[in-house]
């Protein structure tokens, strides 16, 4: 029962169809709600006491190195649905979604490292997070180079999603790396479980910049799932019709 | 579908990338029973061998194999290690306590050549060491790829009387061969 | 089927001594390049020692698909009953039992050697053996992934698995140095090597049948 | 809560000293979302005339 209700839910038409019907308001929602959160954590928020300004990257810092994780997650489910239910739109999630989540990663690294001149003195330093998230940029630039390294598309899908999940092991080897080896990296400000270690005036923006963030990204991952879709469907009756 | 029926297909189909190779392929294959798969190189014969094999799955379409023992198979590749000697070679392929070795090696004149490397070999005489595999077979299905590429006249009778025979015997054999043997089998054409 | 693959390895000297030298030749350079610095030897020389078991472990698995791929073999094991997996670990252990073993011997040899400190050395020994057994299984799975696409994707791919690992090792290998208690470590690349030794051969019998399509 | 951190904008860019990394980061990030969804959507509208050519 559930295969077909996967198999009518995601085929590629139905998908597309959503896709544009949603897409415009998701885009609108988090442009604005990021334009607002990044100004006023920018601007509006009062310096760090111990950072100075330096500390406003956070806003930037943050969900990036958030996403590029759960991005990383999101290819770990799409690969597990397409191996085990055989969904042809899964596998074009996950191969939409590697160049994204390429991008946060870099864009974590980078912001990670200019933020670590100021508060560390170095702009690169081997702490267990900050190598993780770069194992984790390895990764992402390992996948894209095996899936366009095959010319046959099935066959490259299998073997990414295969790598995709070996690949997921690391995932909380990075969350680990933080309290296993108590390094230079400051604690999670928001864990799920205890209380945030920022107090709430940084907080809000901080909220409403991962909630923007998030949002332009999926707007990112829907987009390139279209043209995922529109090169492997592109002799298919329906996509004529479409476009 | 009568029991002694060994592959069963019902209108398989693939396409790579797009383009279509066969589709809507259907066919039976019953024990003791062959089947010459006929197609212009390219049409998609070794697929359709593969997909029988269960190496490839069909894009569309069923195939039920019902033989419980190992599928003897030779392709294009004669999967011999050149670096090894032939004895080696055959201890691979684990074909060494076959009573029935020594007799095929002397039909097959390979039996001077026990300690030689692979390598220096013919092509003819690298075809007749990995037809072993076939000779010594104990499965019920066998299928070859152009099995009879490169064998030398008697070898290729050779061939053709121990694959009638195994017909005989109930098993079913199937194969592409673009030179022409007498084993009488069902044709399937695949079309370009 | 064990005994098949210990024959067809042990034939090919170009592909298991050849690892092996590469590690001999690692470990000779290293004392000669920093002869002047006579007495900090040992702080460079776990760390080379890692890296040269690294390497060997990659030169290790460069063919040990591909030449199976090529010459049709592959499909053989494929169609054989046995289930594939099973004849892939026999063959990552014949590669390790030819290879591994070799090297990490040799590793407490030369770590013996350099630091003559015996207990230092012995406690050296289950490390190597096991992080040895950790990388040839990464870096077989890399060599499937890019089976016909040469070894340089196959490493991109298998590296960042390799990474965590090598950081573990280096902060057992501190914990040795100190001689605090060092177990832990060791019983934490025990069970990644548990996990490592049931998944990867499962996944890799996926993604060969994959190529194989 | 929304008072302007900063009395004058030229402090706002300058930050007293951090103002060049925490810019370079804003710069950084939004120009690789702007250049990531232009890309994406050139690469679709170039896939969709080659989809409407042929027929």
Same mark, same amino acid.
């Given at each position: 029962?559930?295969k077909?209700f996967i198999h009518?839910f995601?085929s590629?038409?139905?998908?597309?169809?959503?896709v544009d019907r949603?897409?415009s308001?998701?885009?609108l929602?988090?442009?604005?709600?990021y334009?607002i959160?990044?100004t006023w954590?920018?601007?509006y928020?009062?310096?760090?006491? *111990?950072?100075?300004n330096?500390?406003?990257i956070?806003y930037?810092?943050?969900?990036?190195?958030?996403?590029?994780?759960?991005?990383?997650i999101?290819?770990?489910?799409?690969s597990?649905?397409?191996l085990?239910?055989?969904?042809?739109?899964?596998?074009?999630l996950?191969?939409?979604?590697?160049p994204?989540g =390429?991008m946060t990663?870099f864009?974590?690294?980078?912001s990670?490292?200019?933020?670590g001149i100021p508060t560390?003195g170095?702009?690169?330093?081997w702490?267990a997070r900050?190598t993780?998230?770069?194992?984790l940029f390895?990764?992402?630039?390992g996948?894209?180079?095996?899936h366009?390294s095959f010319?046959?598309?099935?066959?490259a899908d299998?073997l990414l999603s295969?790598?995709v999940?070996?690949g997921a092991?690391?995932i909380?080897?990075?969350?680990?790396s933080?309290?296993?080896?108590?390094?230079?990296?400051?604690?999670?400000s928001?864990t799920?479980t205890d209380k945030p270690?920022?107090?709430?005036?940084m907080?809000y923006p901080l909220?409403?910049?991962i909630?923007g963030?998030?949002?332009?990204?999926?707007c990112?991952?829907?987009l390139?799932?279209?043209?995922?879709?529109?090169i492997?469907?592109?002799n298919?009756s329906?996509?004529?019709?479409y476009? | 579908?009568?029991n002694n029926s060994?592959?069963v297909?019902?209108?398989?189909?693939?396409k790579i990338?797009?383009?279509?190779?066969f589709?809507?392929?259907?066919?039976?294959?019953?024990r003791g029973?062959a089947l010459?798969i006929?197609?212009?190189?390219?049409?998609?014969?070794?697929?359709?061998?593969?997909i029988?094999?269960?190496?490839?799955?069909p894009?569309k379409?069923?195939?039920e194999?019902k033989s419980?023992k190992e599928?003897?198979?030779?392709g294009?590749?004669?999967?011999?290690?050149?670096?090894l000697?032939?004895?080696?070679?055959?201890? @691979?392929?684990q074909l060494?306590?076959?009573?029935?070795?020594?007799?095929y090696l002397?039909?097959?004149?390979l039996?001077?050549?026990?300690d030689?490397?692979v390598?220096n070999?013919s092509f003819?005489q690298q075809?007749?060491l =990995?037809l072993?595999? *076939?000779f010594l077979n104990?499965s019920?299905?066998?299928i070859l790829?152009e099995?009879?590429v490169?064998?030398?006249?008697?070898?290729?009778?050779?061939l053709?009387?121990?694959?009638?025979?195994?017909?005989?015997?109930?098993?079913?054999v199937i194969?592409t061969?673009?030179?022409?043997c007498n084993?009488?089998s069902?044709?399937?054409?695949?079309p370009? | 089927m064990?005994?098949l693959?210990?024959?067809?390895?042990r034939k090919?000297?170009?592909s298991?001594?050849?690892?092996?030298?590469?590690f001999?030749l690692?470990?000779?350079?290293y004392?000669? &390049?920093v002869?002047f610095?006579q007495?900090k030897?040992?702080i460079?020389?776990?760390?080379?020692?890692?890296?040269?078991i690294?390497?060997?472990?990659m030169l290790a698995?460069?063919?040990?698909f591909?030449e199976?791929?090529?010459?049709g073999?592959?499909?053989q094991t494929l169609i054989?009953n046995?289930?594939f997996?099973?004849s892939i670990?026999?063959k990552?252990f &014949?590669?390790w039992?030819?290879?591994?073993?070799?090297i990490?011997?040799?590793s407490?040899?030369?770590s013996?050697?350099?630091?003559?400190d015996f207990?230092l050395?012995?406690s050296i020994?289950?490390?190597?053996?096991?992080?040895?057994?950790?990388?040839?299984?990464?870096?077989?799975l890399?060599?499937?992934?890019?089976?016909?696409?040469?070894?340089?994707l196959?490493?991109?791919?298998t590296?960042?698995l390799?990474?965590?690992?090598?950081? *573990?090792?280096g902060?057992g290998l501190i914990?040795i140095?100190?001689n605090?208690?060092f177990l832990?470590?060791?019983?934490?690349?025990?069970g990644s090597?548990?996990?490592i030794?049931?998944?990867?051969p499962?996944v890799v019998s996926?993604v060969?049948?994959a190529?194989?399509e | 809560?929304f008072?302007?951190?900063?009395?004058? @904008?030229?402090? =706002?860019?300058y930050?007293?000293g951090?103002?060049?990394?925490?810019?370079?980061?804003v710069?950084l990030?939004?120009?690789?979302?702007?250049?990531f969804?232009?890309g994406?959507t050139?690469?679709i509208k170039?896939?969709?005339?080659k989809l409407n050519?042929?027929?």
């Open positions: 029962m559930i077909k009518q995601a590629p038409k139905t998908y597309l169809y959503q949603f897409y308001y998701i885009f929602f988090s442009i604005i709600t334009i959160s990044i954590g920018l601007l928020t009062p310096e760090d006491f *111990v950072q100075g330096s500390y406003r956070i930037l810092h943050v969900p990036a190195s958030f996403l590029s994780q759960s991005l990383y999101a290819m770990a489910i799409s597990v649905t397409y085990i239910w055989r969904v042809k739109l899964a596998a074009y996950v191969i939409a979604i590697a994204i =390429a990663t864009i974590a690294l980078i990670g490292s200019i933020w560390w170095t702009w690169w330093q702490d900050i993780s998230t770069l194992i390895i990764m992402y630039l996948l894209i180079s095996l366009n010319s046959n598309h099935e066959k299998k295969w790598l999940i070996v092991i690391n909380p080897i990075i969350k680990k933080v309290d296993w080896w108590s390094t230079l990296h400051q604690s999670a928001i799920l270690s920022i107090d709430p005036v907080l909220i409403g910049s909630t963030f998030f949002g332009l990204v999926i990112l991952v829907l390139s799932s279209k043209y995922q879709i529109f492997r469907e592109k298919k329906w996509v004529k019709d476009v | 579908m009568n060994l592959i297909a019902e209108n398989i189909g693939y990338n797009e383009n279509k190779l589709h809507r392929m259907s066919f039976n294959i019953n029973e010459h006929k197609g212009s190189n390219g049409s998609g014969k070794s697929t359709l061998i593969r029988i094999l269960g190496i490839t799955q894009v379409g069923v195939i194999n419980t599928i003897c198979y030779l294009h590749k004669n999967a011999l290690k050149s670096y000697t032939l004895e080696d070679n055959i201890n @691979l392929m060494n306590n076959n009573m029935m070795l020594n007799d002397e039909k097959l004149e039996k001077k050549y026990k030689v490397t390598s070999l003819g075809k007749k =990995a072993l595999r *076939v104990n019920d299905l066998i790829d099995p009879f490169g064998l030398d006249d008697n070898a290729h009778l050779e053709t009387t121990f694959l009638n025979n195994e017909l005989e015997k109930n098993k079913s194969f061969s673009h030179i022409p084993i009488n069902k044709i399937i054409e695949i370009q | 064990f005994r693959e210990l024959l067809k390895l090919k000297t170009r298991w001594l050849g690892p092996i030298l590469v001999w690692i470990m000779l350079a004392p000669l &390049t002869e610095l007495d030897l040992e460079g020389f776990f760390s080379v020692l890692w890296i040269a690294l390497i060997s472990m698995t460069e063919d040990i591909t199976d791929f090529n010459d073999s592959l499909e054989k046995l289930s997996s099973i670990v026999t990552i &014949t590669y039992l030819l290879i591994g073993l070799p990490s011997i040799l407490f040899i030369f013996l050697g350099t630091t003559e207990l050395s012995i020994f289950p490390l190597a053996i096991i992080s040895s057994y950790i990388f040839l299984n990464l870096f077989v890399g060599n499937a992934l890019s089976l016909n696409k040469g070894s340089v196959g490493a991109l791919v590296m960042p390799a990474l965590p690992v090598l950081i *573990v090792l902060k914990a140095q100190l605090i208690n832990s470590f060791i019983f934490l690349l025990l090597l548990s996990i030794i049931v998944v990867i499962v996926y060969i049948k190529h194989l | 809560m008072n302007f951190a900063f009395n004058s @904008l030229y402090e =706002a860019l930050m007293n951090h103002g060049l990394y925490v810019w370079s980061v710069i990030v939004f120009l690789s979302l702007l250049g969804f232009i994406y050139i690469k170039k896939i969709k005339d050519e042929p027929n």
